[in-house]
C-alpha cells in the first residue's frame, strides 16, 4: 500500500505534496514524510497522519521545486518516525521513497553492512538507497543509470522516486507491481507523479500510467521512460476522465456516508448504455468480443478479495442461475497458493475496487500463465488489473476514498448481473420474456436505492444507538442474502472493531446458535422472496435464546417484522436484486454505529484501501 507523490517544477513543491498526500491517505496513514530539495535535501517526517506531518514542518524551512512525500502503510518495521519515508542514502545525499516490498532486501542489506554500510530503519526501502547510492559510485555512473543498475538487483514489488542533492535538475522514478502515474503539466517542465491520479486531477488532466519494469527520467525539464533493460520507450499520454468534486466530501461528514448517498448514481452509471430493456440488447463489447468463448465455456472462475469477493458470491448465484455455467468462487490469495487446475476454457474473473490488490493480481498472472482467458471489473481506471487483463468492464462507480468499501460493491454487483445477463443470453439460457422481467426491473434499482436511503437512514440511526456497545454481532442470510450477511458483518467489523460474523441463516444451528444470548444482537435479511418462511423459522430459533433481532424485511412485511426487535423496510424486488437493496441498510446501521464509537470511518485502524502486498 503507501501513497507516493513527486513534484518537478518551476513552483515551490510542499503544498502539492501536501495536498497530495491528503488524498493518497487512504492508502496508509501509519506516517508521512517529504523531502525538499532546493540546493540542500531536507527531509521532515513523523508517525502518524498527514495533519501531523503538516505540524511539524510548520516554521521550517519549506523551500524547493523538487520535492517527494509518502504516506506509509507499514510493512517492515514498526511505524515510527525513524521508519517514515522518505529514506536517505548513506551520505545523506539521496532520498526515496517506496510503496511495495522488497523480497531480498535482507540479503542485501548483510551485504552492505559488511561494505561498512550503516542503517538507521528497520525498513526494506533503506536498502534501497544504499544500494543506488554504492552503484553510483563505484560504477561511476549517473543516477539514472544507477537506480536501473539497483533495480536489476531487486526482488519484489515498487513505485520508487528518487531525488539527489548532486543532481537538482533530476528525478528519477520507476514501478514493478505498485502503481505510478506521471501528470504532465501544460507549463513546460512541470510534472506530478503519484500512486494514482487524485492528487493530480487538480493540475493536469493529462497523464501517463507507467507499466511494470519502467523507469521515468525527468531531466532538465525533459521526460524520458526506459525498461530497466535499457530500451527505451514511447509513453502513452491519455486525458482523466475524473472530475475534481469527486474527491471532495461535498457536504457529509465522512466520505463513506457521501459513497453510500452516491449510490443511486453509482448504479445507474455502472450500468449506463449497457443495457437496452425495451429492446433486449446489450452493449457491452467485452460480451460481444468473447461471445464464441462463452459459447462454449465449461467454468468461470472469480478471484477477488473482501468485498469483492463477496461480490463475486453473488455472481456465482447470477452466473449459475442465468448463464448455467458452475462458478467456482476464490479467496485471490489461496487460489494461488494451492496449485489449481487452470485451462485455457477457463474464463477467470477477478473482481478488484482499486484494480491494484496485490492477491488479485498475482492469482491473475497465474491463471494467464496456464492459458486462461482473464476478465477484469475494476473501478480505478487505467489501474494494474484492467491493464493485463484480454477483456473486462469498468464498474464506473467514481472514486471511492473511504477504505471501507460501498459503492464499489453494489457497482459491482450491477455489472455481474449484466454479465451474467448477457453470458445466459449469448448461450440462450435465457428467455426473452424472462430478460424482459429482469431488465425491466434491474431498470427501477437505482430509484428504489435513493427512495431506499431516503426511508431507512433515520431508522438506521436509531437502531444504531441501540447497539453501540454490543462487544458481538451475527449476520445471516439465504440464498442471494448471504453474501450480503456476510458484507455486512465486515463492513461493521472494520470501521467500528465489533466483532461481527456473516452467516448462511441455516448453518447457525451447526455452531454460532451456542453465542446467542440477551447480549447478541442477530441481524437478518428476510426479504420476501428469499426462502422467507425458511429465514421465518432461523429468527424464532434465535428469539427461542432470548437473542436481539435486526430485520432487513420487504415493505409490507407482517410476520417477521412482528417479532423482530427492530425491522427496517426495503422495497421489494426480483430476488437476485435483493442485495443491491439489502445491503443499504447494513451500510448505514455499520456507519452510524461506529460514527457513534468515535471511531475514524474513513480511515479504520491497520487497514487501507488498495492491500498492494500479499
Ligand atoms: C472493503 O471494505 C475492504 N476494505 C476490503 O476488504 C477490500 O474490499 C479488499 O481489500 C479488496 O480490495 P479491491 O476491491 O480494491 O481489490
Same mark, same amino acid.
Given at each position: ?35 525538499? =530539495? ?257 459459447? +462454449? ?41 494451492? +496449485? ?101 426491473? =434491474? ?8 427512495? =431506499? ?27 442471494? +442474502? ?47 422472496? +428469499? ?84
Amino acid at each position: 500500500m503507501c501513497g507516493i507523490v513527486a513534484y518537478y517544477g518551476p513552483d515551490e513543491a510542499y503544498d502539492f505534496l501536501i495536498k497530495g498526500l491528503q488524498r493518497l491517505e487512504y492508502r496508509g496513514y501509519d506516517s508521512a514524510g517529504i523531502a525538499l =530539495l532546493n540546493g540542500d535535501l531536507r527531509v521532515y517526517k513523523n508517525k502518524g497522519k498527514v495533519a501531523e506531518l503538516e505540524a511539524t514542518a510548520k516554521g521550517k524551512n519549506l523551500s524547493g521545486n523538487r520535492g517527494i512525500g509518502h504516506t506509509r502503510w507499514a510493512t517492515h518495521g514498526e511505524p515510527n518516525t525513524v521508519n517514515a519515508h522518505p529514506h536517505l542514502s548513506q551520505s545523506g545525499d539521496i532520498a526515496l521513497i517506496h510503496n511495495g516490498i522488497i523480497e531480498n532486501y535482507a540479503t542485501l542489506k548483510k551485504v552492505l553492512i559488511e561494505r561498512g554500510h550503516e542503517f538507521k530503519s528497520d525498513t526494506d526501502t533503506e536498502v534501497l538507497t544504499h544500494l543506488i547510492e554504492e552503484i553510483k559510485d563505484k560504477e561511476n555512473v549517473d543516477l539514472l543509470e544507477a537506480v536501473r543498475l539497483a533495480l536489476n538487483e531487486v526482488v519484489g514489488a515498487y513505485a520508487i522516486v528518487i531525488l539527489s542533492k548532486n543532481d537538482p535538475n533530476t528525478l528519477i522514478a520507476a514501478r514493478k507491481g505498485s502503481p505510478l502515474v506521471v501528470g504532465i503539466s501544460e507549463q513546460a517542465g512541470e510534472f506530478f507523479l503519484a500512486s494514482d491520479a487524485t492528487p493530480i486531477v487538480e493540475y493536469t488532466k493529462t497523464v501517463t500510467y507507467i507499466n511494470d519494469n519502467e523507469i521515468v527520467a525527468i531531466q532538465d525539464g525533459e521526460m524520458t521512460v526506459k525498461t530497466i533493460d535499457n530500451e527505451a520507450i514511447s509513453p502513452f499520454i491519455q486525458e482523466l476522465k475524473i472530475s475534481l468534486d469527486a474527491l471532495e466530501k461535498g457536504g457529509y461528514e465522512h466520505f463513506m456516508l457521501k459513497e453510500i448517498f452516491e449510490q443511486p448514481k453509482s448504479i445507474y452509471d455502472s450500468m449506463r448504455g449497457r443495457f437496452d430493456p425495451q429492446n433486449l440488447n446489450f452493449a457491452m463489447q467485452s460480451l460481444t468480443e468473447y461471445a464464441s468463448k462463452i459459447k +462454449n465455456l465449461d467454468r468461470i472462475i472469480i478471484v477477488a478479495c473482501g468485498t469483492s469477493w463477496h461480490a463475486g458470491l453473488v455472481g456465482e448465484y447470477l452466473i449459475e442461475e442465468f448463464g448455467r455455467i458452475p462458478v467456482e468462487v476464490e479467496y485471490a490469495s489461496e487460489f494461488r497458493y494451492r +496449485n489449481p487446475i487452470i485451462t485455457e476454457d477457463d474464463l477467470v474473473i477477478a473482481i478488484s475496487q482499486s484494480g491494484e490488490t496485490a492477491d488479485t493480481l498475482a492469482a491473475l498472472e497465474m491463471a494467464k500463465e496456464k492459458g486462461a482467458t482473464i476478465y477484469g471489473i475494476c473501478n480505478v481506471v487505467g489501474s494494474s488489473i484492467p491493464r493485463m487483463t484480454h477483456a473486462g468492464a469498468y464498474t464506473h462507480a467514481g472514486p471511492e476514498i473511504g477504505v471501507a468499501s460501498t459503492k464499489a460493491f453494489t457497482a459491482q454487483v450491477s455489472v455481474l448481473t449484466l454479465l451474467a445477463l448477457g453470458i445466459a443470453d449469448i448461450r440462450g439460457k435465457i428467455a426473452r420474456e424472462r430478460l424482459r422481467e429482469v431488465f425491466a426491473e =434491474l431498470d427501477t434499482i437505482p430509484q428504489k436505492v435513493e427512495e =431506499l436511503l431516503q426511508s431507512c437512514n433515520e431508522k438506521c440511526k436509531e437502531i444504531a444507538a441501540a447497539y453501540v456497545d454490543a462487544p458481538n454481532c451475527l449476520y445471516l442470510g439465504r440464498g442471494y +442474502n448471504f453474501p450480503v450477511a456476510l458484507e455486512g458483518a465486515l463492513k461493521l467489523k472494520e470501521i467500528s472493531y465489533i466483532h461481527a460474523e456473516g452467516y448462511p441463516a441455516a448453518e447457525m444451528k451447526h455452531g454460532p446458535i451456542a453465542l446467542i444470548d440477551e447480549n447478541m444482537p442477530v441481524v437478518v435479511i428476510a426479504t420476501k422472496r +428469499n426462502y422467507y418462511e425458511k429465514v421465518l423459522s432461523n429468527i424464532q430459533e434465535v428469539k427461542a435464546r432470548k437473542g436481539k433481532i435486526i430485520a432487513v424485511v420487504t415493505e409490507g412485511d407482517e410476520k417477521v417484522s412482528e417479532i423482530a426487535d427492530h425491522y427496517i423496510e426495503i422495497p421489494d424486488t426480483e430476488d437476485c436484486l435483493t442485495p443491491l437493496l439489502a445491503t443499504i441498510p447494513l451500510q448505514l446501521l455499520s456507519y452510524y454505529i461506529a460514527v457513534m464509537r468515535g471511531c475514524n470511518v474513513d480511515q479504520p485502524r491497520n487497514l487501507a484501501k488498495s492491500v498492494t502486498v500479499e
